[in-house]
């Protein structure tokens, strides 16, 4: 189809899509729309249908019912379910990349670009060998193509290494380089599948710019699958959220990241649980955001976790786990796979503590779906202790397989990851790790199972041991982004750091009895013990301030 329709402000209409696999159902009455010029991301955890919609957009899969819409710069409009495959991009003028970097690793830079304009070549040549002898038509089209192709190069920052083989750059970018492949057909949908899957914080913010580029440059619109919430959150005008096929939620960043549904989409919990988990985690700044909507100060561009709220630095970074989750599987069982996930790789990556992955064998981040999942799941464990609202459902035993998965696993599979371990408390008290910012209940539980009880083993970390301890919390760069170490080392001295004294205070939910009762270092007695807080011993959690869910940092 190819009628001329006015222009129209969404360059992609979905509308009514459903995918289904035998009786799965991979998307379910999916309806969104992109709009021309902006960055669109579609988010959600593994599973929820994301590469299925790429999938159906760009033809490789027929949808089993609804209608895609590419309305085209020059007014014209293609139904995208019906066109052939292979005419999407040469008719509909979308173009994509893959989660796996689909480069020809032996060719040049410039020649996977100029492989890109293949047809725009093949069709200069009049389809016959006039190319080889130099027809002028040829000659042209293959100077401009050269030309585009520099042109790109120089956008991703490759220039200078035009003439080596792709398979020799770093991976960052190799990613840039498909991006740049993907210009080069001239697109004006770019659809780009975790592109920055596999980066480290400083080729993220790369893709970042570049991204950011091609927006503001090119009027290409782009469509994004994305884990990397720091990547989501810094450049995407509109966020679209799945699970299990289906729309969640449909928004501005701000919007989407204190949506409740989508916080218990990534947790892997019932939405009356959220408040709960993260009062638990000791998420405290998405609470109160939740209470009043995102910071200004902050806002979503320095968040380098989707969840986590405003942090001070810059981005975080998606350390890839896989996580396969079987077809149809219940969401308990996306959590146990998750959890699983999550202590495998705390497993593997504590065995050998200083090192790292390589880039290439990140097969995929799923970093805030699994890690909070992980921990999400870690609740159930303390179940007794846990609900912070006396509303909250009980979280206990409809997710208990779960929580075994998460507490019996993790402090077996990390042994040996975290220096400083002991068997007991030093004189059978431990201090309160919650005046740690950062360390919740729950997490101050995994540590403890991991023989790490005081401020001064977290003192003493060096740079592996906090790897190794972000490994074993799924917390990918956050313990070093909120400065646990330097904390830790104050108040291992007996002094206290700003959010100590509101622990302290009773301000931040503890499950100490006071903030700092065991705090063998300062004899003070907290005030805390106001019925804010209650005793672990005692399986209750704190109540959060009035007024706030837990009570902001
Ligand atoms: N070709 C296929 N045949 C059968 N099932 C499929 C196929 N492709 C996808 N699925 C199923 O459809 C569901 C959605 O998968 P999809 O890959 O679209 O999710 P996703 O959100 O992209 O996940 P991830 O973030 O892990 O990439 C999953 O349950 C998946 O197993």
């Known amino acids: ?63 089993s019912e609804g209608m895609i819409t590419l309305n085209r710069n020059d007014g014209s409009s293609y139904l995208l379910e019906r066109l052939p495959n292979h005419e999407i991009p040469a008719r509909a003028k979308v173009a994509r990349t893959f989660q796996n970097i689909r480069l020809f690793s032996g060719m040049t830079l410039l020649e996977n670009l100029l492989v890109a304009q293949h047809n725009k070549l093949m069709k200069a040549s009049g389809y016959t060998v006039l190319g080889l ?33 792709a398979g020799d750059l770093p991976y960052g970018a190799q990613r840039r380089l498909e991006i740049a492949r993907a210009m080069c057909t001239g697109p004006e949908l770019l659809c780009l599948d ?6 480290n914080p400083k080729e993220s913010a790369a893709l970042n710019e570049l991204l950011i580029d091609i ?72 609470i109160e955001q939740l209470d009043t909507g995102p910071d200004a100060a902050h806002g979503p561009g320095t968040s380098s976790s989707f969840l986590a709220g405003p942090v001070t630095d810059t981005v975080g970074h998606s350390e890839g786990e896989r996580v ?96 400083n371990r002991l068997a007991a408390p030093r004189g059978g008290k431990a201090d309160n790790l919650t005046r740690i910012k950062g360390i919740g209940t729950v997490n101050e539980k995994k540590l403890n199972d991991h023989g790490i009880f005081h401020f001064d083993q977290i003192g003493a970390w060096k740079k592996a041991d906090v790897e190794a301890a972000e490994a074993y919390l799924a917390f ?17 001295q007996g002094k206290d750091t700003e959010f100590s004294r509101r622990v302290d205070a009773g301000k931040v939910a503890t499950s100490h ?17 106001s019925g804010k807080t209650a005793s672990a011993a005692s399986g209750k959690t704190a109540k959060p301030v009035a007024g706030k869910r837990g009570g902001g940092k």
């Open 476 to 492: 990918d760069g956050r313990i070093a982004r909120e400065e646990w170490v330097k904390q830790a080392k104050l108040l291992g």
């Open 215 to 286: 927006k503001n440059t090119t009027g290409t619109s782009i469509l994004l699958i994305e884990h990397d919430m720091s990547v989501v959150m810094q450049i995407s005008d509109h966020v679209v959220v799945l699970e299990y096929g289906r729309k969640i939620s449909d928004g501005s960043p701000q919007s989407v990241r204190t949506d409740p549904r989508v916080i218990a989409a990534y947790l892997g919990v019932d939405d009356e649980e959220v408040e709960a988990v993260l009062t638990e985690v000791g998420d405290e700044d998405v």
């Open 133 to 165: 002898f130099g027809f002028s038509g040829y000659r042209k089209a293959s100077a401009e193509s050269v030309e585009l192709a520099r042109h790109w190069l120089e956008k991703a920052d490759l220039v200078d290494r035009a003439d080596d083989p």
């Open 1 to 63: 189809m190819n009628a001329v329709t006015p222009m129209n402000d969404a360059i992609l209409q979905v509308e009514h899509l459903s995918m289904k696999f035998g009786g799965l159902v991979a998307i379910g009455d999916l309806s969104f729309t992109a709009k021309r010029g902006e960055i669109t991301a579609l988010i959600g955890p593994n599973g929820a249908g994301k590469t299925t919609v790429f999938n159906c957009i760009t033809g490789f899969y027929k949808p």
């Open 324 to 419: 396969t989750v079987a077809k149809g599987a219940s969401k308990a069982g996306q959590v146990d796979a998750r959890s699983l996930a999550a202590a495998n790789e705390a497993a593997s990556l504590t065995a050998v503590p200083a090192a790292k992955p390589a880039p290439a064998a990140k097969a995929k981040p799923a970093p805030k779906a699994a890690s909070k999942a992980a921990t999400g799941t870690a609740v159930k464990s303390t179940a007794a202790p846990a609900p912070a609202k006396p509303a909250a459902k009980a979280p206990a035993t409809a997710k208990a397989p779960a929580t075994k998965t998460a507490t019996t696993k993790t402090p077996t599979a990390t042994a040996g990851g975290i220096s």
């Open 513 to 529: 009895a006071s903030g700092k009762t065991a705090n063998a270092a300062s004899g003070k007695a907290a005030s805390a013990a």
């Open 194 to 199: 975790e592109p920055a899957a596999g980066l």
